[in-house]
């Protein structure tokens, strides 16, 4: 049997990030990111990553990303260079495509007869930083669907939109590992 898991924002070969959670070593950071991700990801597992994989191309991560179990899809976020947001977005598709099983801008997932939106930005929001939302044209609309989100860099997990719909921030900075579909569908409240 094989579990589903979702993150975000791991921000490989980024050194301001990698610092900001404590490395001043990317070959650190790298290697903790995997045994983290490693201890509770199986080999036969899912994973839906919310974006912000790296800054760069993505060859630059391949190394990381082939010693991380699991078979992941791509959530593309503002950083990684297969978002549509990219005018050479469509240039870059096969080579993501080598690390990941697929590559979305959003997706529809169903948990428990409820429909749930996965996207790297909430729908509305920078986290705790005091700025006006950016890449608003790339957000979803709340509509009313329960989204499961990356991008804010906050520790705060779950979150609620100003018209009551619920929003699970799965972002490496809140959580410090994957997240279960056993504990996304319990915050988000869509448990039988």
């Known amino acids: 049997m094989s579990n ?5 924002d791991l921000h490989l070969a980024h050194r301001m990030v990698a610092a900001l959670r404590g490395y001043d070593d990317l070959d650190d950071y790298h290697a903790h990111l995997v045994d983290t991700w490693n201890a509770h990801v199986r080999p036969s597992d899912t994973v839906w990553n919310l974006g912000d994989v790296t800054l760069g191309p993505v060859e630059q991560v ?3 990303l082939r010693s991380l179990n699991g078979t992941q899809h791509l959530v ?9 947001m990219f005018r050479q977005a469509h240039s870059q598709q096969r080579r993501w495509l080598e690390h990941f099983a697929s590559v979305h801008a959003f997706a529809r997932r169903r948990m428990h007869k409820t429909d749930v939106l996965l996207s790297h930005f909430p ?3 920078e986290g705790s930083r005091d700025i006006p939302d950016r890449h608003t044209q790339y957000r979803l609309p709340n509509e009313g669907l329960p989204l ?6 906050d520790p705060e997990q779950r979150l609620t939109h ?19 579909l056993h504990e996304v569908e319990t915050l988000l409240c869509v448990v039988a």
């Open 76 to 84: 593309a976020g503002n950083h990684d260079r297969c978002s549509p």
């Open 123 to 125: 729908y509305r929001g």
């Open 162 to 180: 100003d018209r009551g719909t619920p929003m699970l921030h799965v972002g490496w900075d809140a959580w410090q590992r994957p997240v279960s």
């Open 148 to 153: 499961v989100h990356g991008h804010t860099h």
């Open 4 to 8: 589903t898991w979702f993150t975000s």
């Open 62 to 64: 391949a190394e990381v």
